[in-house]
């Protein structure tokens, strides 16, 4: 993996996450259709990637497959990473996780990273539906191991996967007596613990760290990183990126409306209600009790929001406090369209490309 250089006049890489938010009373082919014009903006702005989130059963997020998207938008963009932030992959066969990343990087080569979690994206019943055993997340390292095996057609002798390829790939290319890829997905590790920070470590793959989920030790986790890494054939030294939520606004009151649905939705998943994203107008209508309203306030702030200026500060506080690499903005907000213009406002504020 390159080390990209910063973007714009940012003392950072920039990059995008989106969950594809689902507003209630907004439909499923809307948010794609905004995705697609999100992801085109952002290969537009010069971020360096746009990740896409795996989630299940939520009315709010509408992405159960983020190499699926992928694959529209590789058609869609020109120059920027795509890929899936990520990929939670107890739920998944490593065979064909390695197959569908295969195909990704033979369609847009060099620009498909695969970020791979462990948690399930969802309720513990949707979640026992996926993975069909409790015991899936203890087996991550090994998942890990086994999709690099397929994806480098690498299993030692004796493995019982040795002579099981994955197509596209370079047994196929080996095979069909022409040059392998020349190009390879980047394999990231993700998560918001210092257990993934170990694992990271270990492999020696770049690590990202979910910042939006709650107050995580993100110092700790990337301490371990750092102090434990291990240089590999991936990556020479530790390439650390933080995600955090972000919504920029010329008036800062906007902003802040905007950031309490994403609030309003994680408090309903507390209180075991769907994951769903109520209109700002709906929220302030909502009469919490004390512990709620502590709640709302609390995952509202965990949101960086204000005015261009001050999301840009909160982002560089972020990155002096953790000595990240790079900085993914989880973009947030009832309305789509204020998710375009946090990444207009940002991309402006840090003198990036305009076309």
Do not use: C
Not at 49 to 72: D, N, V
Not at 92 to 112: N, Y
Not at 171 to 179: F, G, H, I, K, L
């Amino acid at each position: 993996m390159k080390h990209p250089n910063p973007s714009g006049t940012a003392p950072f890489v920039l990059s995008v996450l989106d969950n594809a938010f689902t507003g209630v009373g907004h439909t499923v082919n809307e948010t794609y259709s905004e995705i697609i014009s999100l992801a085109k903006l952002a290969d537009r702005r010069g971020f360096q990637r746009f990740w896409m989130s795996e989630h299940h059963a939520m009315p709010g997020a509408a992405i159960p497959s983020p190499l699926l998207m992928a694959a529209r938008l590789t058609g869609e963009t020109e120059r920027i990473r795509l890929g899936a932030g990520g990929i939670m992959l107890p739920n998944h066969v490593p065979l064909v996780v390695a197959e569908q990343v295969g195909m990704l990087d033979t369609l847009a080569p060099g620009r498909i990273d695969l970020g791979l979690g462990r948690a399930p994206g969802t309720d513990g019943a949707t979640a026992a539906a996926l993975r069909r055993h409790a015991s899936a997340n203890d087996e991550f390292p090994e998942q890990i191991a086994e999709l690099v095996g397929f994806l480098e057609n690498d299993f030692p002798e004796g493995h019982p996967y040795a002579g099981v390829p994955a197509v596209p790939g370079p047994w196929q290319a080996d095979e069909n007596r022409v040059p392998p890829p020349e190009t390879a997905a980047d394999v990231w590790i993700l998560g918001s613990s210092v257990y993934s920070a170990q694992v990271a470590a270990r492999l020696g793959r770049p690590y990202a760290f979910a910042l939006q989920f709650g107050s995580a030790d993100i110092l700790n986790a990337m301490r371990i990183y750092r102090e434990n890494f291990r240089p590999s054939v991936y990556l020479d030294k530790p390439y650390s990126l933080v995600s955090i939520g972000a919504i920029a606004d010329e008036d800062p009151a906007e902003a802040r409306r905007q950031a309490t649905s994403t609030a309003m939705a994680m408090l309903r998943m507390f209180t075991r209600k769907p994951f769903a994203l109520l209109s700002p107008e709906e929220v302030a209508a909502y009469r919490p009790n004390i512990q709620e309203r502590q709640i709302l306030e609390e995952y509202t702030d965990r949101t960086i929001h204000g005015t261009p200026q001050e999301v840009a500060a909160g982002l560089e506080e972020l990155q002096h406090q953790t000595g990240v690499d790079e900085v993914m903005l989880v973009v947030g907000g009832y309305l789509r369209s204020t998710q375009a213009h946090t990444l207009e406002l940002l991309a402006d504020h840090y003198s990036m490309p305009t076309a």
